[in-house]
Structures are given as C-alpha cells and as structure tokens.
C-alpha cells in the first residue's frame, strides 16, 4: 500500500496563474478530503468526497476554488486564477467509512503564490 | 455544526515528564469520534488516538492517554514520559455521522531535554 500520493510536492506559481494539485487515494478507501493548512487558520475542510460524490464543499473558500473526482482513484483540486492569500499546504486525505475510521493524508503540496 | 477548540497555541515539557493537552468541542450530534493526530516536521500526519463518544472509558495507546469528559464536550491528550520525538504539532479532531472530520487549530508541543 502505497499511501495516498499527492503531486506536485511544492508548487512555485505567479499571481494570476492557474494551480492543480492532484491526489491519489488509497485503493479501496470510499471518502476523500481536502485541506487547508496556514498558520492563521490551522486545518480547513474545503470539501470532501464520498464514492466519488461532493458531500460537502462549504469550506471551499471562493469560486476560484474547484475540486473534482472523476473515479475513485484520483481527485484534484484547481485555483483559478491564484493568488497570494492562496498560498498554504494543502492535503488530500482518504479514508474507509470516514465516521469512525482514521483519516490517512498525503504528504501535502506546499503551494507559494507570488 | 462542529467546531473544535484548542486554546493553547504552545505548549513545553521537559524529556520524561507528562504533558496534558486540551481540546474543547462542539457539535449537535449524539454520535461522533474523536482524534488526536500528530503533525511532526516532516509535515506528515499521524493518527495518535481515538476515541468513540458513546464508550465512557477512556482510549489509551502506550504513552498517549485521553481524558473523555463528554458532558463537557473535553476531550484532553496525556503523554507520560515525554520523549524528545514527540516534538510535533498537535491536532484535535471531531468527526460527524456524515464523515465531515474538523480540526482544531493545533497546539505545538516543545519536548527539552
């Protein structure tokens, strides 16, 4: 088991640009996340998947923000057009039965927006 | 809807020592799961414990230990015998019958030797 894979790592952009982060899940996993992390405002929920299913995207903060799962093993989250307050670590996570099962995350995609 | 709570931006203890961490929760739901995750600077999340609001006994996983007080809606990490690698960002996390999972705003927690 490979993990939950996130591309790219870190991604260097300019103001104005567009940004796609992608996400593998682990096989088998029925509930995928994304998240937001900055110091200001700690861990955000932008929005969750269930079977592929948006469940919730109430935490994607403007419509410059979309997320998309096209088959349950891949997912990807698109800034257009980016900007500075943009810039942050975001994680995908999955889980199997999100209720009570923990969430395993990616390692993150650190995103810089000059 | 949920919201979780950590009050303390930062936290220090000396190497074997124990540490309490505090979260605080809310949510209308009558059942739910509770989690600690661990964030060291590799930036790699790390689930520490759970805990499942209808089991009135406390989770306890080695060195790490829960204080569950749900009339209260606390739910505060123990370490005991603090060891230099539990150096991390801390997380408290609440999750809902839905599976949306919300985090607090973490604690930091500096281990000295």
């Known amino acids: 088991d490979a993990g939950v894979i996130q591309s790219p790592r870190h991604e260097v952009t300019e103001m104005g640009q567009e940004v796609t982060l992608r996400c593998k899940p682990i096989?088998?996993?029925?509930?995928l996340f994304w998240y937001r992390q900055t110091m200001m405002r700690g861990l955000e929920l932008l929005i969750y998947?269930?079977?592929?299913?948006?469940?919730?995207d109430s935490g994607m903060p403007e419509d410059r923000f979309s997320a998309k799962m096209p088959n349950a093993s891949f997912s990807t989250l698109k800034i257009q057009p980016s900007e500075p307050r943009d810039s942050a670590v975001y994680f995908c996570?999955?889980?199997?039965?999100?209720?009570?099962?923990?969430?395993?995350f990616g390692n993150g995609t650190r995103l810089t927006v000059t | 809807a949920q919201t979780v709570t950590q009050s303390q931006p930062e936290m220090s203890v000396q190497e074997a020592e124990t540490v309490t961490l505090s979260c605080t929760y809310d949510?209308?739901?009558?059942?739910?799961?509770l989690f600690w995750y661990k964030q060291p600077p590799s930036r790699q999340m790390i689930l520490v414990i759970r805990?499942?609001?209808?089991?009135?006994q406390n989770a306890t996983e080695n060195r790490f230990s829960v204080n569950f007080q749900k009339a209260a809606k606390s739910f505060s990490l123990k370490i005991s015998d603090s060891q230099l690698g539990d150096a991390a960002m801390y997380f408290c996390?609440?999750?809902?019958?839905?599976?949306?999972?919300?985090f607090g705003q973490g604690t930091t927690l500096q281990v000295k030797p």
């Open positions: 996390a609440c999750s809902s019958n839905t599976g949306k999972l919300i």
């Open positions: 949510t209308s739901e009558s059942d739910y799961y």
């Open positions: 096989s088998g996993h029925d509930y």
């Open positions: 805990q499942e609001a209808y089991k009135q």
């Open positions: 998947f269930n079977n592929n299913v948006p469940i919730d």
């Open positions: 996570a999955s889980s199997f039965r999100a209720f009570n099962s923990p969430l395993h």
